[in-house]
């Protein structure tokens, strides 16, 4: 391989279908990992250049096996993109426990257990970056985001308390916390499709998103905020709540 080799979760749809292409435009290796074969397929035949796929659940045990797979036929992987997630846009009391524990699976637990296991390769080889993707609803929640706010929260923390623990170590760990996403991924989050309706103005397209990523890739930073208003909206949110309930809330609870 002369380009990264790049592992990808949730690559069968979405942002991690649309990063899978664009980091195989640029040169590098991608692995597209995904429950669904089916879906893994018709995203390959939109990629020419090489690239790998493999059937991978993130909530699955079996993955220790997969991984240890995966760095055997290839030697290593460079950087593993979390980006497998899933949501359920409901108020507290139409949430079950299920769809609750699902979510928090998925986006938290799914990347602690990819981590886990590609970590003390990292390690050996003295290189690496591990990429999670966020929300922007892990710092700014919304109504109909209990569920689904808490599992971002807390892959926020886990990823600020990898970085302190890899400080002194040549990998590099980054954070991203994007806004809404035109993707499949509505399709559960908002069956109604109230949600992207009433955002539609402020809906991202996936290609925006994966090309910031893309460029976090060439130029590690700790933490990328998509777009950077959200950055500023978190601030304000800290620096002046009233404010920001009274004026901005109504707004962002519009699901």
Do not use: C
Request: aromatic fraction near 6%.
């Amino acid at each position: 391989m002369t380009g990264r080799i790049i592992l990808i979760t949730g690559a069968g749809s979405g942002l991690g279908a649309e990063l899978a292409r664009q980091v195989a435009a640029s040169g590098d290796y991608p692995i597209l990992a995904g429950r669904s074969r089916d879906k893994l397929e018709t995203v390959s035949a939109t990629i020419p250049q090489p690239h790998q796929l493999v059937e991978l659940d993130v909530t699955n045990d079996g993955i220790t096996r997969v991984l240890q797979d995966l760095i055997k036929t290839n030697g290593r992987i460079d950087v593993l993109i979390n980006n497998a997630g899933l949501g359920y846009f409901q108020p507290l009391q139409n949430l079950s426990l299920q769809q609750i524990t699902e979510m928090m699976d998925v986006n938290y637990l799914g990347i602690v257990r990819m981590t886990r296991l590609l970590l003390p390769q990292m390690l050996a080889q003295q290189s690496g970056h591990i990429i999670n993707i966020a929300s922007a609803a892990g710092y700014v929640a919304t109504a109909k985001g209990t569920g689904y706010a808490a599992s971002k929260h807390a892959v926020i923390g886990f990823t600020h308390a990898l970085q302190e623990e890899l400080r002194r170590q040549p990998i590099h760990v980054s954070l991203v916390n994007p806004g809404p996403i035109r993707t499949p991924f509505f399709k559960r989050a908002d069956p109604s499709g109230e949600y992207v309706e009433r955002l539609k103005g402020w809906i991202l397209e996936p290609e925006q998103v994966a090309k910031q990523v893309v460029r976090l890739i060439q130029q590690p930073k700790r933490e990328v905020f998509i777009p950077r208003a959200i950055r500023w909206g978190y601030i304000a949110m800290l620096l002046f709540p009233r404010l920001y309930h009274r004026l901005v809330a109504p707004f962002v609870n519009r699901k």
